[in-house]
C-alpha cells in the first residue's frame, strides 16, 4: 500500500465550476419568519436515503431563500447516528431515529441495537416522527422513497399532520429505479396507490426519463401519474465538502458506496494492475466491517491506498482519471456531473435496482456495465488501461436536479393557502388540481 499525498487541488474538469460551497448564503428578507422543511429517509441498508436528502437539504437552505424572499430551516429525521450531523446546511439540524437494518435473509427489517421486537422499535420512531412533525410545523415534508416508511411508521404522524397542519405540503421522492416490476408490486400491495395519492401533494422523480421511464417501466401505479415531476439526476450543484485528501494525479478511484455489501468490488479491484503512472485510491465504505476492511488492505498493491471514507467522494471521482463503482444512486449522480470514465458494477441482488440503473446508463453512453458473474481483478485491469486515455461527454442528460427540485418546492409553498395568506407568496390564483395533485386534507383520517 501507499500513503496518500496531499497536493494543492488544481482546477476541475467537467462539473466542477457547478459545485456550491457547501454554505448556505444569508437569506433575503432574514428577519421573516422562516419557511420550515423536513426530509425523512429510512436508512435500513447504506447511507444513499440520508446523503440523497442531505443534498435536498442544501440545495433548499441556498435557492429558496432568492425564490421565496425567505429564510430556510429544516430538520432531517434519519436512522444514521453519528455521521448525520456532519455537513448540514446552516439552519438544518438532525433528529435520528432507533437504528434499524435488513435482517440476514433480507426478507425483512430488524433493529440494529435496541433489545425489542421491531413492532416496538417501529412504534417509536413512529411516535418520534409525529410528535416532531406536530411541534416543528413544517412548510414542506419530502420522504425518501418509501411513502408510509418502514412498517407504515409514518402513517400516524401523516395523518396528524395532514389534520393539523393544512398548511403543509407533503412530496414523495423516488430515486430514478426502484426495482423490477415485479418485486415493487408486492410493495405497493402494501402500500395502496390510493392512499398515497391521498396523503402526498406531489411525487418527485430524482432522475432522466431518457435513461429510465418510471412512468412506462410498470414501477409506478398508474394512479400516482398525475403526480408526478420528473426533476432530473441530483447532480450539479451537489455541496463540495472540504477534504485534505487529494491523490497525487493521476489516479484512478474505487469506490463501494456505504461498504456493507462492496467487499468483493474491493477485494477484485485491490486486486487489480494500476495503469502505468497512476496511483489508485480505494474506498471500502464506512459501513463494510473491520475484518473485510482489513482484507481489502492486506491485497492492496504499493500503488493502492485503502481508506474507509472520505469527506469529498465527489471531487475524489471528479479529479479521478477513471472510476470503479457500485451503481448506488448517490455515487452514479456524483459521477454523472463529471466527464470521467465510469465502470459500474451493480449490486444484482436482493434487487436488481442498481443493475437496471447500470444498464439503462450503459444504454445511453454514460457508463460502462461489468455484470457481477465478470468482476474480475483483471477485468478492472483491462478497463483501466483504456478508460485513463478517455472522457465521456454526459452533457445530453438531465443532471440538473437539485436546481429543478428548488423550483418545484418554492412553487408549492407558495401555492399553500395557510402560507400564502401569512406571508403574501400567492399570486392570488391559490393551488391547481393539475399543479399539486389534490386540495383536501384527509376527511377520514383519525
Known amino acids: 500500500m501507499c500513503s496518500l499525498v496531499l497536493t494543492h487541488r488544481p482546477p476541475g474538469r467537467a462539473g466542477e465550476d457547478e459545485m456550491d460551497t457547501g454554505t448556505s448564503t444569508p437569506a433575503p428578507g432574514g428577519g421573516h419568519e422562516p419557511l420550515r422543511v423536513v426530509f425523512y429517509s429510512h436508512d435500513s441498508q447504506g447511507l444513499g436515503h440520508f446523503r440523497r436528502n442531505r443534498a435536498l437539504a442544501h440545495t433548499l437552505a441556498q435557492r429558496l431563500p432568492v425564490l421565496t424572499g425567505r429564510p430556510v430551516t429544516g430538520l432531517l429525521l434519519n436512522g444514521v447516528a453519528g455521521a448525520a450531523a456532519r455537513s448540514l446546511p446552516r439552519g438544518f439540524d438532525v433528529v435520528t431515529l432507533p437504528a434499524i437494518g435488513k435482517t440476514a435473509s433480507h426478507q425483512g427489517y430488524g433493529p440494529r441495537h435496541l433489545q425489542l421486537g421491531m413492532d416496538a422499535v417501529l412504534s417509536v420512531r413512529g411516535e418520534i416522527v409525529r410528535a416532531t412533525g406536530l411541534a416543528f410545523r413544517p412548510d414542506l415534508v419530502v420522504v425518501d422513497r418509501h411513502a408510509l416508511g418502514v412498517g407504515g411508521e409514518l402513517l400516524a404522524g401523516l395523518h396528524a399532520m395532514r389534520r393539523e397542519l393544512p398548511q403543509t405540503r407533503f412530496v414523495l421522492g423516488l430515486r430514478d429505479v426502484l426495482d423490477a416490476p415485479e418485486a415493487v408490486e408486492s410493495e405497493w400491495r402494501i402500500t395502496p396507490a390510493e392512499l398515497v395519492a391521498e396523503l402526498y401533494d406531489e411525487v418527485w422523480i430524482y432522475g432522466d426519463p431518457a435513461v429510465h421511464d418510471l412512468r412506462t417501466s410498470g414501477e409506478v401505479p398508474d394512479e400516482l401519474a398525475p403526480l408526478i415531476r420528473y426533476q432530473g439526476f441530483l447532480a450539479h450543484g451537489r455541496a463540495e465538502e472540504p477534504t485534505d485528501l487529494d491523490p497525487e494525479r493521476p489516479y484512478v478511484v474505487t469506490t463501494a458506496g456505504g461498504g456493507s455489501d462492496g467487499t468483493r468490488l474491493c477485494l477484485a ?75 459500474l458494477v451493480p449490486r444484482e441482488r436482493p434487487r436488481t435496482e442498481q443493475l437496471i440503473r447500470a444498464r439503462g446508463l450503459e444504454r445511453v453512453g454514460a457508463s460502462d456495465l461489468l455484470r457481477e458473474q465478470d468482476l474480475t481483478p483483471q477485468a478492472i485491469s483491462r478497463w483501466w488501461a483504456s478508460a485513463v486515455r478517455r472522457t465521456v461527454d454526459r452533457r445530453a442528460l438531465d443532471l440538473g436536479g437539485l436546481r429543478a427540485v428548488a423550483g418545484s418546492a418554492a412553487r408549492l409553498v407558495r401555492t399553500s393557502p395557510v402560507l400564502a395568506d401569512r406571508t403574501g407568496l400567492a399570486d392570488g390564483a391559490g393551488r391547481t388540481e393539475g399543479v399539486s395533485g389534490r386540495e383536501k386534507v384527509l376527511s377520514h383520517v383519525g
Open 269 to 343: 479491484a485491490a486486486r487489480a494492475e494500476v495503469p502505468r503512472g497512476h496511483q489508485h485510491v480505494l474506498i471500502t465504505g464506512p459501513q463494510m466491517s473491520d475484518a473485510d476492511h482489513r482484507a481489502v488492505e492486506r491485497e492492496a498493491g504499493p500503488r493502492t491506498s485503502v481508506t474507509r471514507s472520505v469527506d469529498d467522494a465527489a471531487g475524489l471521482i471528479r479529479r479521478s482519471a477513471a472510476s470503479v463503482s457500485m451503481a448506488g444512486y448517490n455515487t452514479v449522480a456524483e459521477t454523472l456531473a463529471t466527464d470521467v470514465p465510469a465502470l
